[in-house]
């Protein structure tokens, strides 16, 4: 079940972010400009795109992408906690070499069962930029096959190897540094296991993964996101995608525990 929770959690993630991640997608395809206008910044290219492609544009390869969190996130989120405890023979003082070790695991894992998710996420996002030429695929279903009947199973996982080694380090310092906060939160009682607690540790990810000296403080780091880069800056790529994660599943947990207590205290 904290696997489907997990999954989910990244699923409404997706849904939340993906408007503000489109932009991105279109600007690293080399894409400057769309029948004539000019894509410029966020918003200015969200326009555009509901200009000229209509409101859904704003979520082409939705799907793909909520088949890749689903499994993605139900594996490398999913089983962190079980991971960690197996590697710590069951206890709750896990030093951080070990949640270190989880998270490259779980990482790792997700590639290995879900590559192909990952290769049908790419390729139509790659497809949305190309103009004048025929697209390759219609539906992930038909890009799965498509796939498997031109490149064999070898497509499938193509690009495995080095996707692993990527998904292990960005899954341990996403994980690692979410759930240092979150406990460090707890144990100098600075915070309770809740909604802002998971707010704060979920932007912590940003902060901790910002270069050497670019912030002072987590502090620093919301308000120059603000006064620098505007409000949108909260609603870029990972970072936002982040915080309605780990805050939605956090949520979806609690709603879980919650349910079975009631249903243990009925029989």
Not at 179 to 191: A, C, F, T, V
Request: hydrophobic share 40%.
């Amino acid at each position: 079940m904290v696997g489907m929770n997990a999954g989910s959690a990244a699923c409404i993630a997706d849904l939340v972010t993906f408007p503000w991640i489109q932009p991105k997608f279109r600007r690293e395809g080399g894409v400057g400009s769309y029948q004539g206008h000019p894509l410029q910044g966020v918003f200015g290219t969200i326009s555009t795109m509901i200009r000229t492609e209509g409101p859904r544009s704003l979520y082409n390869g939705l799907v793909a992408g909520l088949q890749r969190q689903m499994c993605f996130a139900s594996i490398r989120i999913g089983f962190y906690d079980n991971v960690k405890n197996f590697y710590s023979g069951g206890t709750d003082t896990a030093n951080i070499g070990i949640r270190i070790l989880a998270g490259c695991t779980t990482g790792a894992m997700a590639v290995s069962f879900a590559q192909p998710t990952d290769v049908v996420k790419v390729r139509f996002q790659a497809q949305v930029n190309l103009t004048g030429v025929a697209r390759r695929y219609t539906g992930t279903m038909q890009a799965y096959k498509h796939i498997f009947n031109h490149e064999g199973i070898r497509g499938l996982w193509k690009g495995c190897l080095p996707n692993i080694t990527r998904n292990a380090l960005v899954n341990c310092t996403e994980l690692v540094t979410y759930d240092l906060i979150k406990r460090g939160g707890h144990s100098y009682n600075l915070l309770s296991d809740n909604l802002p607690c998971h707010f704060a540790s979920a932007f912590g990810t940003r902060y901790m993964n910002s270069p050497p000296g670019q912030y002072k403080s987590a502090i620093n780091c919301a308000w120059t996101m603000a006064t620098k880069e505007g409000p949108t800056a909260f609603y870029k790529g990972l970072g936002s995608w982040n915080v309605v994660m780990f805050v939605s599943f956090e949520q979806l947990k609690r709603v879980m525990m919650v349910g079975k207590q009631k249903m243990e205290d009925k029989s």
